[in-house]
């Protein structure tokens, strides 16, 4: 019998409940387990693609091209859950299914409602996604707070779990957050409401998971205990970190969090082991030398917004024993008339992000122009890499107005553009390259030695293209196209000759990236700005 954990949680968002279930998959797959994470997203979208990156934070996508929430991002950089477009549910793919069966005539006439119709499909989409011999705990976690009316249709389907496979194959794990007051009181009364509204809908947590700015004291625990009705060893404190989030299931082992869970759901260790884990947040806490790392995007006062880049530059610097300071640069501000030799002046390599809309490019084609120029490394990852492809037409080949038909669709030197047969389609949707391909590297090129292989594959998601009108021109002028798909040709990265280190891809490397197998162009890219020297 499969178990399954249900994470929700109280008081307010972003208190880490992704990081949470990622850390009990990561502590249980340690322990010789296989699981399954699923995230639950009670937002009527039917997924996370059409969402703007300020309420939402980065869009990460899966391998078979599914939109969706970046926790699925932390379930893959954590654990090594299968991840596809069936371990994220929300809402609207819920309903969706639900009132195409109805019209389908698949209810024959009786009422639909919320209870059984939209539980059941919650639960079939979570045994669906739990499906396979080789899962034995399916995660899931519950997002939005719990209180919240949108979720309440996925926490009735949760406890319906207790009812249908017993109590022993269900665990409730419930994060919730201890807040410090004034003169620095910690204060449990937030707990013990956000444990009364999951007892309200029939739900007991086992397990609660206490984010406090520091380890809980006995007395604060046995007092918790005692208002929830949760065991004293049952609580685990989630104080704040110092160095990585990569920590927490240390501090969780540390706490007998894995032990519990096993015990509660009559799981047998296959033996636990935390090495490889452990010489992680070594590194990460004893770092050899340091780079500053310019990032120069157009979301950057967002934090979850790169979120997926961010984390492999961290995996980067973990492959090379080095401490990674992140300089967030708003490419609107290298618009306006300022130095930037000051502004890069001690910074070792530059990275332009993925993104949409005009805002800010005119800067990012600043940064990759200063780069180029000073040698500094660089790496352009999807809208980066047409970035770097339009600084070269404007400024190699004397193309001033050259732009992506993206930004300005009239431009009369359209270097990246629309493919033809997407031209007609642009406003129906659908047009974009989704999930992952295959690509063809060139001999000889750096980013073929880097992977050292001719054939990649990796994610994609973007609309438009190299032109490919332009390559010859740009090739002779010593752009190098190092990278295509093989069908149709198009390009799929970029590198600059005659100059160290230089890299822009059409794809999603981040999306690959683990501390455990840290991918390998932003090991190389780490390395190669280490051995960058600032004037
Ligand atoms: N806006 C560009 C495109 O659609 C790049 C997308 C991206 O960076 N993900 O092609």
């Not at 009705?229 to 540390?254: C, G, M, Q, R």
Request: charged share 25%; with cysteine.
């Amino acid at each position: 019998m499969k178990r399954y954990i249900f994470v929700t949680g109280g008081v307010c968002s972003s208190l880490g409940k992704g990081i949470t279930a990622t850390s009990i998959g990561n502590l249980l797959e340690n322990h010789g387990l296989g699981i399954r994470m699923i995230k639950i997203d009670p937002y009527l979208n039917v997924d996370a693609g059409t969402m703007s990156p300020y309420q939402h934070g980065e869009v990460y996508v899966t391998d078979d091209g599914t939109e969706t929430d970046l926790d699925l991002g932390n379930y893959a950089r954590f654990t090594k859950s299968e991840l596809s477009k069936l371990n994220s549910i929300t809402t609207g793919q819920i309903y969706q299914k639900v009132i195409k069966m109805e019209r389908e005539g698949q209810f024959l006439g009786r009422t639909v409602q919320v209870i059984p119709h939209i539980t059941d499909e919650i639960k079939s989409r979570i045994f669906q996604a739990s499906d396979g011999e080789d899962v034995d705990v399916a995660i899931i976690e519950v997002g939005g707070t719990v209180g919240d009316i949108e979720s309440i249709p996925f926490l009735e389907a949760a406890r319906q779990f207790i009812h249908d496979l017993g109590k022993e194959n269900v665990l409730f794990v419930h994060l919730t957050l201890i807040p410090e007051v004034a003169g620095g009181e910690l204060k449990t009364k937030p707990t013990q409401h956000s444990v009364n509204k999951l007892r309200e809908i029939g739900i007991q947590p086992d397990i609660l998971v206490c984010r406090s700015p520091e380890f809980l004291e006995k007395e604060m625990v046995s007092k918790i205990s005692l208002f929830t009705n949760v065991e004293e060893n049952s609580i685990i404190s989630a104080y704040d970190v110092k160095t990585s989030v990569y920590e927490v299931p240390l501090i969780f082992h540390d706490q007998n969090l894995d032990s519990i869970v096993l015990d509660k759901l009559k799981l047998k260790s296959k033996g636990i082991d935390l090495k490889e884990w452990q010489s992680i947040v070594d590194i990460l806490k004893n770092p050899g030398n340091s780079v500053n790392i310019a990032i120069v995007g157009k979301y950057i006062n967002l934090n979850d917004t790169y979120k997926s880049i961010y984390e492999s530059i961290y995996h980067g610097g973990i492959a090379n024993r080095t401490k990674i300071n992140l300089v967030k640069i708003d490419a609107e501000e290298l618009e306006k008339d300022i130095d930037l030799s000051k502004i890069f002046s001690n910074i070792n390599g530059i990275l332009i992000p993925g993104g949409f809309g005009q805002r800010g490019i005119n800067g990012m084609v600043e940064a990759v122009h200063f780069a180029r120029l000073n040698n500094i490394p660089c790496f352009g990852i999807c809208l980066g890499m047409q970035v770097m492809v339009i600084e070269y037409t404007r400024n190699v080949l004397k193309l001033k107005t050259a732009d992506s038909t993206e930004f300005t669709p009239e431009t009369p030197y359209p270097v990246i553009s629309l493919l033809e047969e997407q031209q007609g389609l642009r406003t129906m949707g659908g047009t974009m390259r989704l999930g992952k391909s295959i690509s063809f590297l060139q001999k000889g090129t750096l980013i073929q030695k880097i992977y050292g292989s001719d054939k990649i594959g990796e994610r994609h998601r973007h609309r438009y293209e190299v032109s490919n009108s332009y390559i010859e021109e740009l090739e002779k002028s010593g752009l190098i196209f190092s990278g295509f798909t093989k069908d149709n040709n198009l390009v799929e990265s970029v590198e600059w000759n005659n100059h160290p280190w230089s890299i822009g891809v059409q794809f999603h490397p981040e999306f690959l990236s683990t501390p455990v197998n840290p991918h390998p162009l932003f090991t190389s890219f780490i390395k190669a700005s280490t051995e960058h020297l600032y004037e």
